[in-house]
């Protein structure tokens, strides 16, 4: 399992799932050992592929960060944090975390999108 380091100690995870939004962006960095380079990409394939299949889904995309240190950023859409509570609590997908590498440490954290005139819509 992945140990858990959130970006926001004062607000980690757990405390956001718990509140109601849609939609939501979930950004999670990974730093892990190069030696665990493969296993984690092998991971988290599995993983993407049975919450693509989950409701409330829309897309994810995985970044490696350059350079020699394996540090990844997964950017996923969901369309509400409820959606993506179940997906994240779901028994089957907490089992897979058992298989990650023990150097893994994810720092998930979710977002919304933000409108700033003149700039972006939310």
Not at 17 to 39: G, M, R, S, W, Y
Not at 49 to 74: C, D, V, W
Request: proline share 9%; net charge negative; aromatic share 12%.
């Amino acid at each position: 399992m992945p140990h858990m380091r959130p970006l926001d100690p004062a607000f980690p995870i757990e405390r956001q799932i718990a509140l109601d939004a849609k939609p939501v962006v979930l950004v999670n960095v990974f730093t892990l050992d190069k030696a665990d380079e493969q296993t984690f990409l092998d991971v988290w394939q599995d993983d993407a592929a049975f919450m693509k299949q989950q409701p409330g889904f829309i897309s994810t995309q995985l970044h490696r960060a350059i350079g020699e240190s394996p540090t990844y950023l997964n950017y996923a859409v969901w369309e509400s944090t409820e959606q993506f509570r179940a997906a994240f609590n779901h028994p089957e997908f907490r089992a897979k975390l058992s298989s990650y590498p023990s150097s893994a440490i994810a720092s998930p954290h979710l977002f919304q999108k933000v409108a700033v005139p003149g700039v972006c819509v939310a």
